[in-house]
């Protein structure tokens, strides 16, 4: 992505009034008094300079000219029109039926009296003429044209590769229990299995089953019901004596949880006793120890008794809070926890 962003800077050169080495060079031995938008990728091409070229449709929605005489802009590729780039607007037959030639200029479609181009024979066509006879003349304007980079929060004579960045930035809804997994002080290891758990993406035996694989379906540590997510977690008579050892001081809900959404709910509150942060904490250090567990059982056919996973999630929860102690918000955790 950076890639894109340091070669769409070396295409704002082209239009800029910069006097670089790259640019004047550029200038004169690549464009040779063309448009860029003209140019065709040749194997006569250097690898970077095809490549700017491949690039030239990204950097036209960035690179929005500003008409002055019309001795720069193009009239058929530039955006000087809110109708963007004429060419695509009006179609690859436009030229001639506008007889305003591929290449020209703006300057190119006007006369000493005004605009010099054929009469409308589209609803397109006819919307460019109503616009044209709403701005003066390039004829008669002595200021040069300019170009601007546009981004989608500011307009600038300059370019700038933080904004330009945040627009290539490819975008996902931000997940409502994002909060939940990402958070400062986290163990990053717990964090990752809450991410995985929470996209229901951890390889439960019933997850398995459902890709077809010849597995047994029921649960590694209770063999009572089928190992889902839920069940595995939650429902299941070993995991639900773990989360009764571990959050009995921490406001537990009346009745233990049963789906995940009710998990999530419990973890997001809040309350002097018990913070979300230390709530966060331990959730997740149940999860990880609870799915480690079940890979023991399955995998190595060793069987610890809910007492131990306890005294291991405990020792955990100890020492995280003990490395962190100097942070502000894990201050007043320890007693808390250990209450």
């Known amino acids: 992505m950076w890639n894109k962003v340091l070669c769409l800077r070396f295409l704002w050169l082209l239009f800029s009034d910069s006097e670089s080495l790259w640019a004047v060079w550029n200038r004169r031995y690549n464009l040779q008094g063309k448009s860029l938008w003209t140019l065709e990728i040749s194997t006569s091409n250097s690898w970077t300079w095809n490549h700017l070229l491949k690039l030239r449709e990204l950097g036209m929605q960035f690179v929005k000219p500003i008409l002055g005489n019309g001795h720069s802009v193009s009239f058929w590729y530039d955006a000087w029109t809110p109708f963007g780039s004429l060419i695509n607007f009006l179609g690859q037959h436009a030229p001639r039926q506008l007889r305003v030639p591929l290449h020209s200029t703006v300057s190119e479609a006007c006369s000493s009296s005004g605009w010099n181009i054929a009469s409308p024979r589209s609803n397109r066509a006819l919307e460019l003429h109503t616009y044209l006879t709403t701005i003066p003349c390039p004829t008669f304007s002595e200021v040069p044209d300019s170009y601007t980079w546009c981004t989608t929060s500011r307009e600038e004579p300059k370019f700038n590769a933080s904004n330009t960045w945040q627009d290539l930035r490819p975008r996902e809804p931000i997940q409502t229990a994002s909060d939940l997994i990402w958070f400062k002080g986290a163990i990053p290891r717990n964090s990752f299995n809450m991410w995985v758990a929470n996209m229901n993406r951890l390889p439960t035996r019933a997850r398995l089953a459902s890709w077809g694989l010849p597995v047994p379906t029921a649960c590694c540590l209770c063999s009572a019901y089928m190992e889902t997510r839920e069940h595995l977690f939650l429902s299941c ?103």
């Open 237 to 339: 008579s070993y995991s639900t004596s773990v989360w009764g050892l571990c959050i009995g001081t921490l406001n537990p809900p009346p009745r233990m949880f049963s789906t995940w959404s009710e998990l999530l709910s419990w973890i997001r509150g809040n309350s002097p006793s018990a913070p979300s942060l230390l709530r966060k904490l331990a959730a997740q250090s149940i999860l990880y120890h609870l799915w480690k567990q079940r890979n023991n059982v399955l995998h190595n056919h060793i069987v610890l008794p809910p007492e131990a996973i306890f005294r291991i999630i405990d020792k955990e929860m100890r020492n995280t809070i003990t490395a962190r102690r100097g942070r502000k918000h894990f201050l007043d955790l320890m007693a808390k926890w250990m209450r």
